[in-house]
């Protein structure tokens, strides 16, 4: 994304006519600037180029007078990462000096993939009016998906139809999790406008990537590698006696349902025998931390032109997990896990594990799983990391 200069959003801030700019006196307004945020991101009109939220200016275009702290520029950029505003829009935070003052500003590009949704609701703007899109203006930002662009799990999958769909899964689990009630509600809104709103099927009702990995009946039957393999050792080698053996398939929702109940009834837990109310219970694995490392290989790694599954290996000693696809876009060898650094292979994917609950803050699976782990007294993670896969192996607690 190339930033504008200096002087361009002097310029813009100035411009009370521009309906490609938005001014807010304060961040108490985060709801607002959320909206204004989506509604550029959509860029129902077509302009093709960024929107400019400028917060500490009032509606001349001069500033306000609020300090605009590194504080106050982290708050603002944390707005993309809450997991309210999907799929995830392009935007950069900066400050700028105006007449010796500083004004916030927030540069929005056009989505490849709209409709983008704030809280479940599509925020656009057309001359000065910032409102909900209507069924009809839905539906144009859905015809306008620029499919070569589009990651893997947002591209349709030609030749397929939406018989390949759990279409109860999605009215009874996916759409109310995603949709506010009064959205849903509306009547003016087909099964298949509804899909494509939330880029689980192309305009034309065929089914996208994310689709089958959310709703497919039979997802491994297209996305060959879409499943978990879990591997139980009785010892510390691969070749050492199996114990249990299971593969994870279904729907995504299915899946880690499934891997959640699995985990539970690997993790062992320890008892130290105090006196009194002293006694002390400690699990070899915190389930937690678990929980956070696979979800977040389920959704971030590869799917497209391979069969490899996701693996899950259960040792004596530790456990290993293996997730195809190394990293992605920003996400390079050298930084990965550092925090703040993150890309999304599969937004869409991202987009309904935040919605159905396994996402809690995106970019933060890591740094989350790491504190569970420290607090439970496991070894620090060894991570390896490769061009096409990411492996991790945990220790148990001594």
């Not at 859905?142 to 018989?163: I, K, Q, V, W």
């Not at 195809?324 to 930084?335: A, R």
């Amino acid at each position: 994304m190339r930033a504008r200069s200096d002087d361009d959003l002097r310029g813009m801030l100035a411009d009370l006519e521009s309906d490609l700019v938005e001014r807010k006196e304060s961040t108490t307004a985060t709801d607002k600037i959320a909206q204004a945020i989506c509604a550029y991101a959509n860029d129902l009109p077509g302009y093709d180029t960024s929107g400019v939220v400028f917060v500490g200016a009032i509606d001349d275009g001069r500033p306000s007078g609020l300090a605009i702290t590194d504080r106050i520029l982290l708050s603002l950029a944390g707005i993309r990462d809450t997991g309210k505003i999907l799929p995830l829009p392009q935007m950069r935070v900066s400050r700028l000096d105006v007449d010796g003052h500083h004004v916030a500003v927030i540069e929005v590009e056009p989505s490849v993939s709209p409709p983008v949704r704030y809280e479940g609701r599509v925020w656009i703007r057309v001359g000065p009016r910032r409102a909900i899109a209507s069924a009809d203006e839905e539906r144009r930002l859905s015809e306008r998906r620029r499919a070569a662009d589009l990651t893997f799990d947002a591209r349709p999958m030609t030749g397929l139809t939406l018989d390949e769909l759990d279409l109860a899964l999605f009215e009874r689990e996916y759409l109310p999790a995603s949709l506010p009630a009064d959205v849903i509600e509306e009547n003016a809104r087909t099964p298949i406008e509804r899909l494509s709103a939330l880029r689980l099927a192309a305009i034309d009702g065929t089914p996208t990537a994310a689709g089958v990995l959310l709703l497919g009946i039979d997802p491994t039957r297209h996305l060959p590698g879409a499943y978990l393999q879990f591997l139980r050792i009785d010892g510390t080698n691969l070749d050492d006696p199996v114990l249990d053996e299971k593969m994870l398939t279904g729907p995504v929702p299915t899946l880690l349902r499934q891997l959640d109940e699995l985990l539970s009834l690997n993790i062992h837990t320890a008892v130290t025998i105090g006196t009194g109310t002293t006694d002390s219970r400690r699990p070899d694995y915190p389930l937690a931390a678990l929980q956070q490392w696979v979800r977040n290989a389920v959704q971030h790694r590869n799917y497209e032109g391979t069969a490899s599954p996701t693996r899950l290996t259960w040792y004596d000693d530790r456990i290993e997990l293996f997730s195809p696809g190394g990293p992605y876009g920003s996400v390079t060898i050298e930084n990965f896990g550092r925090p703040g650094v993150t890309d999304y292979r599969n937004p869409v994917l991202a987009e309904a594990m935040r919605n159905l609950g396994y996402v809690q803050r995106f970019g933060a699976g890591l740094q989350i799983a790491r504190a569970a782990a420290e607090r439970n007294g496991n070894p620090p993670a060894e991570f390896d990391v490769d061009a096409s896969y990411i492996g991790l192996a945990l220790r148990r607690t001594p």
